[in-house]
């Protein structure tokens, strides 16, 4: 079976830097993307990792530990507008091009 | 500009009525799919299609039907025999390969009383 765990909830203080964790637990790993979902509106991308380490872009990096089953996002300078969900996603089996997603978390970012 | 689009964005429809929502894109992607998402839950994987006249369950199947007759097009249809059908239905699309995000339409609310 598929499990992916992330925290239901955060928050963070404008300007500060926040990491929310995913853990997972597939058959099979190629490759784990997160995207971002504000209230009533369709998910974006943000991030894909396929390899251990971490990748950077702007204020935003995800990491991934392949042989831990874990990830991060790390968000930086948090600024107001990036109060949203945050989702999780693996792909499991090469060649199927299918998602699953973790119940993502909800960041509420304050003044 | 390219982009997927679906409509409407809220339906509302009566129970034992079947409704279908539809789902289009000009990105020239292979690849489509249905997710539904509810409230605390991750999005879920109804149906998908990699290619033209081809789609296979996902995980969430039963009470669904898809066609896919044109590249641009997968429309899904919610039919009566889906027991819990009022939920937000999000469509996406990918580039074949393992690497492309999938990218979301602005999906369709769909309510049933």
């Known amino acids: 079976g598929q499990n992916i765990d992330q925290p239901t909830e955060m928050t963070a203080t404008e300007g500060a830097i926040v990491q929310i964790n995913c853990t997972y637990q597939?058959?099979?790993?190629?490759?784990l993307f997160w995207y971002q979902q504000h209230a009533g509106e369709a998910p974006t991308f943000l991030s894909y990792?396929?390899?251990?380490g971490l990748e950077e872009k702007g204020r935003f990096s995800s990491f991934l530990s392949r042989s831990k089953g874990y990830s991060y996002l790390l968000l930086k300078e948090l600024q107001m507008k990036d109060s949203a969900s945050y989702l999780c996603a693996v792909r499991s089996g090469a060649g199927s091009y299918q998602l699953t997603f973790g119940k993502g978390t909800k960041l509420s970012v304050i003044p | 500009d390219g982009g997927i689009t679906q409509s409407p964005k809220y339906l509302f429809r009566k129970e034992g009525q079947n409704v279908t929502l539809s789902c289009e894109q000009n990105l020239n992607h292979d690849a489509m799919y249905w997710y539904r998402q509810d409230p605390g839950q991750g999005l879920r994987l109804i149906y998908y299609s990699q290619i033209v006249n081809d789609f296979q369950k996902g995980d969430i199947a039963e009470g669904y039907s898809v066609s896919r007759e044109k590249k641009e097009s997968f429309p899904l249809t919610v039919t009566s025999a889906q027991k819990n059908p009022t939920a937000f239905y999000l469509c996406?699309?990918?580039?074949?390969?393992?690497?492309?995000?999938?990218?979301f339409g602005p999906g369709t609310r769909l309510t049933v009383t």
């Open positions: 996406a699309s990918s580039m074949r390969g393992d690497s492309y995000e999938q990218y």
């Open positions: 597939t058959s099979g790993f190629n490759g």
């Open positions: 990792n396929v390899l251990d």
